[in-house]
């Protein structure tokens, strides 16, 4: 599986926020009755990882009664990922990782007023075989007081993305005749587009199981310069790659 580091984690893979507030209870109505007790905040976010890839999910904004020392914040990671890094660096807090990968767990230490201010991080990783589009269940993500009860709670939706597509040939910078054979790689199966500089379509193709395609344009590039782009979709997710700089001959 190809791992990213921490931070390109953050580069590789969007961030979701999970992002939450307390239910307040009510004070008593009008026939002197106590209002419902509140019930605990329901904390939700989205991210988008590629196969073989890590991306970090954070959870921050919670507001409420501040918790003491001991709370924690768990995640359990979706079903078929595991959790590799809880890289908070702030003092008052302590993270851990399961050894499975299941789970990892803030704790505060001495923070004035925990989970208060700031974000809470959490690396995930996605597997190499993971089919784009898929959306993976199970996520959870709880806090808790020092003496384990649930005072926020709710999950985070984890969708396998598509790696960045890439442009191998024409080269960059190099003159070229009007209809450039232009080919590189994506997720076998995906369908590419290739657009020039204003966004208009250059030509197609669908990426073999080797995760090669190649396209040339229907219709001559107009002459000087200009720029590629390939994007790749797939299962309702899509990615774009890096452009590049091409000249036309005249």
Not at 55 to 79: D, F, K, M, Q, R
Not at 146 to 167: D, K, N
Not at 214 to 232: D, H, S, Y
């Amino acid at each position: 599986m190809n791992r990213s580091s921490r931070t390109a984690a953050a580069v590789w893979g969007a961030a979701g926020v999970l992002a939450g507030g307390w239910l307040q209870a009510g004070t008593a109505g009008a026939t002197g009755l106590p209002a419902p007790a509140a019930r605990p905040a329901v904390l939700w976010g989205d991210v988008t990882i590629p196969p073989g890839r890590d991306g970090i999910v954070e959870a921050g904004g919670v507001t409420g009664p501040v918790l003491g020392s001991g709370s924690t914040l768990t995640l359990t990671a979706p079903a078929g990922t595991r959790v590799t890094g809880v890289p908070l660096d702030s003092p008052g807090y302590r993270g851990a990782v399961a050894a499975d990968g299941r789970t990892a767990v803030y704790t505060a230490a001495s923070a004035e007023r925990p989970w208060r201010d700031g974000a809470f991080p959490f690396v995930v990783a996605v597997p190499a075989d993971a089919v784009p589009g898929t959306r993976l269940s199970g996520c959870v993500l709880r806090l808790a007081d020092a003496g384990g009860a649930v005072r926020a709670s709710g999950g985070c939706q984890v969708t396998v993305g598509l790696a960045e597509p890439t442009l191998a040939r024409p080269e960059s910078g190099v003159p070229l005749e009007g209809r450039p054979a232009i080919a590189g790689r994506a997720h076998p199966g995906a369908q590419i587009t290739v657009s020039d500089q204003d966004g208009g379509e250059v030509c197609t193709d669908t990426t073999g199981s080797d995760g090669l395609w190649v396209c040339t344009p229907a219709r001559a590039l107009p002459e000087g310069p200009n720029r590629l782009q390939a994007t790749a979709t797939l299962n309702g997710v899509s990615a774009s790659s890096e452009q590049i700089q091409i000249t036309v001959a005249a």
